[in-house]
């Protein structure tokens, strides 16, 4: 397929995937994302990584009945070496349950065609509904950047423009330390890419150790939101949406600064304080 | 049950449990006894943690095809509430798979009464196997203390007495940090006995906050014992014998000591630095 015109995974049926998940998850991602005695509060622990009234963290949905590294499927004839996870947004539409069985199916939206020398961006959605009654748990959308791919077809132009940040000072700062083993947990909660765990690998590709997950990060920043805009309520954290500008270390601190923007809604950007860079830009939250 | 004698309890028939294991769980194991890039050397990382060449902690037998808290169940009759994991015997007969089905059988072996004040002493047997090719992998013998069972019969004597340590200075000497959370990751390999997580519980249990797992702190003398008999090969510790005499608070470094003994067996005891306490004593080990 890698000769043919990107535009027909457009036409692809959605590819489905189930999966159960259990209180065993539920914590594993929480530890994964950092809810430990050494990088959370005590009421942050016992609501996320504790099976006694546990709750689910939000950008759980990220990692739930997914259809794992589906990009290196033949039948999407994707460059796949070559790919980004470009941007996410997370939008709940109900509590995740602790426990059960979950549908998704995934949808190629759209591609952006930027030419040969840059590559193409592919937009995909994820819809994900409790097996047993239907319910309309999550959409995770997301934006790929297919750095091999362009000039393959595709839009070239009408491209979604993200947000932008307030020029004002934000009103919340959060700092979340991560671990040095950070990854090597999150990673069992389903990307098991090397790059996060093999020293090797990671060098190979340009990073002197092993990055944290990009949706680690998100999950480190989802708490810090939880925190700042939802009292700790996982049920009040109803969309998320950001781009990804730079991997984390396993070991830095990700500082989350939030913008309240009234009516539900706020701006924020997350930084590894360590370097002084983003890692996390133009993001954007729902709240109730 | 209460009230019959308990050497009834020789002649129930073995309790099977069947379960299904694979690289997450073994390196879920590995991260619960402390092999994360904080605790624990890279070339440990990446052959514990790590699925490429992975290989398996001999001690993560002690909780493969568990029966879980099988005391609690109404047909032994025993006051479970008082019970305590007195003392540990793993036996490797072959290494453990990184994946597959295993059975095991569980025995009770021998109980000796220590009269109605003191309590009684359970010993059990669990044999362990491959389901599909019958190779026999490990046998976890253990010694309970029954501290509400006693007066309700039992052999008197002829209790085995554990070997004592050599009064000379010990040969090797390794501080393994734990961590704050180390119970929360390790309760995740099955033991999720709220002692371990909620700090109500361990208050009301007599202890200041939430206690390590026995065998989680037995899991991080394995490590110590690898490290400083068998160079780090795990088919080379074939048996890790050992009392526990106290609990081990999340965040102690555990300090094992060892004494070589020639002939392939060693000694070891293994104390909390911080409060200068033994935590496993009269430990005995196998290697190659």
């Not at 759980?60 to 009945?65: D, G, R, S």
Request: aromatic residues 6%.
């Amino acid at each position: 397929m890698t000769a043919t015109d990107l535009t027909a995974l457009l036409d692809l049926p959605p590819r489905e995937t189930v999966a159960r998940h259990g209180i065993r998850d539920v914590i594993l991602y929480a530890l994964g994302v950092g809810v430990t005695r050494e990088g959370a509060t005590s009421k942050e622990v016992l609501r996320f990584a504790y099976e006694k009234d546990l709750q689910v963290l939000p950008t759980m949905a990220t990692v739930l009945a997914s259809p794992g590294f589906w990009m290196r499927q033949p039948e999407y004839g994707i460059d796949w070496q070559r790919v980004l996870h470009a941007e996410q947004s997370t939008r709940l539409h109900n509590p995740i349950p602790v426990e059960g069985e979950l549908i998704s199916r995934l949808y190629v939206e759209e591609v952006f065609d930027k030419g040969p020398a840059k590559g193409a961006i592919l937009y995909s959605r994820r819809e994900i509904h409790c097996k047993t009654s239907g319910l309309h748990i999550a959409t995770d959308r997301r934006a790929t950047f297919l750095r091999g791919d362009g000039g393959r077809g595709g839009r070239t132009e009408g491209q979604p423009v993200a947000r932008s940040l307030p020029e004002r000072p934000c009103d919340v700062t959060l700092a979340l330390r991560t671990r040095q083993d950070q990854a090597l947990i999150y990673r069992l909660s389903g990307d098991y890419n090397p790059l996060h765990a093999d020293p090797e690998v990671a060098r190979s590709g340009g990073f002197e150790r092993p990055i944290l997950h990009g949706l680690c990060t998100y999950g480190v920043a989802g708490r810090a939101l939880l925190t700042g805009l939802c009292d700790g309520d996982p049920s009040r954290l109803t969309r998320m949406d950001c781009r990804f500008s730079a991997p984390v270390y396993p070991g830095e601190t990700i500082v989350t600064e939030i913008w309240r923007e009234g009516a539900g809604t706020a701006a924020f950007r997350a930084t590894a304080l360590e370097r002084g860079i983003t890692v996390l830009d133009r993001g954007y939250a729902e709240h109730a």
